[in-house]
């Protein structure tokens, strides 16, 4: 379901979204997965949705906080403040990430739909434009 809703308020706010997956909560397939994203010509960038918490099998945040090489903590810091105020202390549960990854934008959100619109509707989607034109201009394509 937040998969669904990540699409949705990209495309409703004019991006493209050209390939998504559901894959298991295994470390090595979601990195391989977002690799594989980073490396085709046209990505401008990943935005993955669930395995953030803490329960055994959130691996999302070991699995790709080691392929940013810029991280931008701010994400995250606002993220959990905004969630904050949205459900209280159990927003210090989040790992949500930001980034920047093979030259490309890379967040990671936690699965619920609700997480996603917040991220999206107050963080990225008001400085995804700012970002996809620095990530070009650092780029030669």
Known sequence: MSGATLKRLLE????????????????????????????????????????????????????LASMVEKPLPGFGELFRMLSYQEIGSAAMLSRALGGVASGRFLFCLPGSPQAVTLALLKLILPELGHLVGEMRRNEKR
């Open 12 to 63: 409703g706010a004019g991006h493209s979204v050209s390939r998504h997956a559901i894959l298991p909560d295994d470390p090595e397939q979601v990195r391989e997965w977002v690799r594989a994203r980073l490396a085709e010509p046209d990505c401008d960038g990943v935005v993955t949705t669930g395995g953030t918490g803490i329960a055994p099998r959130d691996s999302t945040f070991e699995a």
